[in-house]
T-cell receptor
Framework: KAGVTQTPRYLIKTRGQQVTLSCSPI?????VSWYQQTPGQGLQFLFE???????NKGNFPGRFSGRQFSNSRSEMNVSTLELGDSALYLC?????????????FGSGTRLTVV | GESVGLHLPTLSVQEGDNSIINCAYS??????FIWYKQESGKGPQFIID?????DKRQGQRVTVLLNKTVKHLSLQIAATQPGDSAVYFC???????????FGTGTRLKVLA
């Protein structure tokens, strides 16, 4: 059974550019959440999608956005990149938010902004 | 952003000894807890979970203890091995918002 797949694994972008990251959840999982992980701040919640609808949102600026497709795959976009956006971006999937099982992470996308 | 941002503590243990990693949580509305292991350059890996109606759960070489009275969670690793070296962190899920809140983690170093 394939795990959560995130692409690309590594990305280098220039300040001011925009970037799109992709997450394919485990087959059957309909909930996808995105997190930003940095050494100083740990794991910070970005947003959660279920059945193509955003259900929860963290405290990030509007430059961070996401969407989910009908096959549950999700993308997140960061516009006007800043140096501080350099981080490991992780997505996690589960069947649904209230299921006490299987909140599984992907390996992440390492974004470096120069 | 939401986080618990503190310096990462380190626990050093001898190979073969038992390890105990602790986590304090503050949200009394949390109903589900997970321990994750994260190795360098990888995403967090699910280790073991526990619901709030339980106080102990055992897996292979790992045990999670939950003390709701003092809002404390611990992960016990038996016969610690070099492959256990990683950052371990706990996650709690709010029963109202279903948001997960993560601790900053503890770095476990296994000494040969």
């Amino acid at each position: 059974k394939a795990g959560v797949t995130q692409t690309p694994r590594y990305l280098i972008k220039t300040r001011g550019q925009q970037v799109t990251l992709s997450c394919s959840p485990i087959s059957g999982h309909r909930s996808v959440s995105w997190y930003q992980q940095t050494p100083g701040q740990g794991l910070q919640f970005l947003f959660e999608y279920f059945s193509e609808t955003q259900r929860n949102k963290g405290n990030f600026p509007g430059r961070f956005s996401g969407r989910q497709f009908s096959n549950s795959r999700s993308e997140m976009n960061v516009s006007t990149l800043e140096l501080g956006d350099s981080a490991l971006y992780l997505c996690a999937s589960s069947w649904n938010r209230d299921i006490n099982y299987g909140y599984t992470f992907g390996s992440g996308t390492r974004l470096t902004v120069v | 952003g939401e986080s618990v941002g503190l310096h990462l503590p380190t626990l050093s243990v001898q190979e073969g000894d038992n390890s105990i990693i602790n986590c304090a949580y503050s949200n009394s509305a949390s109903d589900y807890f997970i321990w994750y292991k994260q190795e360098s350059g990888k995403g967090p890996q699910f280790i073991i979970d526990i619901r709030s109606n339980m106080d102990k759960r055992q897996g292979q070489r790992v045990t999670v203890l939950l003390n709701k009275t003092v809002k404390h969670l611990s992960l016990q690793i038996a016969a610690t091995q070099p492959g256990d070296s990683a950052v371990y962190f706990c996650a709690e899920r709010d029963s109202g918002t279903y948001k997960y809140i993560f601790g900053t983690g503890t770095r476990l170093k296994v000494l040969a």
